[in-house]
């Protein structure tokens, strides 16, 4: 089953924060955070693996809630070049980490100056 | 490191017809994974390729099929084309595959289908 992003569009002036959330009815092994810009491929950002588990990759950081089977995504201080599409595609406990992803449906990001 | 390639770029085919898609990934990789993007489901896992077997596969049809060669290229095919196969077909080539590595997606090939 695919996890639920929210919210699903978000508009940010340069400089603020935002917070993107992933959700899941299954029990989860792990999550991974992918950002698409336009017309580009996925970029891997993370993978958090661990219940209370934070990752953290220049000013985007990100939490993994094991007993919610929650994930939330975090850019602090935004700059233009965030702006894109984030995904968290996630792999269920019971695969053990051998599954294939299910990926979410994504949260536009869009940074104005 | 050269990048993952996918061929080709984009295609265009008629409803019935069969299509085959072509993906080579990051050299030392040895784990494919193919994924279907389209605005309305988003990106959907497809199947995973790791040295020649497929070890996982998402909740497609059975004309979507696979393969995966000893060099790790990879292959995908889709027969009797439907118009919602029409989407970006992304391939994501990771070193081992599975939870601990990150995949690195190629640049995708858009099909469409009249």
């Known amino acids: 089953q695919q996890p639920v992003q929210s919210p699903q569009a978000v508009i940010l002036r340069e400089g603020e924060d935002a917070v993107i959330n992933c959700s899941s009815s299954k029990a989860l092994y792990s999550v991974h955070w992918y950002r698409q810009k336009h017309g580009e491929a996925p970029v891997f950002l993370m993978i958090l693996l661990k219940g209370g588990e934070q990752k953290g990759h220049d000013k985007i950081s990100a939490s993994f809630n094991e007993k919610k089977q929650q994930s939330s995504l975090y850019l602090t201080a935004s700059q233009l070049s965030y702006s894109g599409t984030y995904f968290c595609g996630t792999e269920p406990k019971a695969g053990g980490g051998a599954d294939g992803l299910t990926f979410g449906k994504g949260t536009h990001l869009i940074i104005q100056p | 490191k050269a990048g993952v390639t996918q061929t080709p770029r984009y295609l265009i085919k008629t409803r019935g017809q069969q299509v085959t898609l072509s993906c080579s990934p990051i050299s030392g990789h040895r784990s494919v994974s193919w994924y279907q993007q389209t605005p309305g489901q988003g990106l959907q896992f497809l199947f995973e390729y790791f040295s020649e077997t497929q070890r996982n596969k998402g909740n497609f049809p059975g004309r979507f099929s696979g393969r995966q060669f000893s060099n790790s290229r990879s292959e995908m095919n889709v027969s009797t084309l439907e118009l919602g196969d029409s989407a970006l077909y992304l391939c994501?080539?990771?070193?081992?595959?599975?939870?601990?590595?990150?995949?690195?997606f190629g640049p995708g090939t858009r099909l469409t289908v009249t």
């Open positions: 994501a080539s990771s070193a081992t595959g599975g939870t601990f590595y990150e995949q690195y």
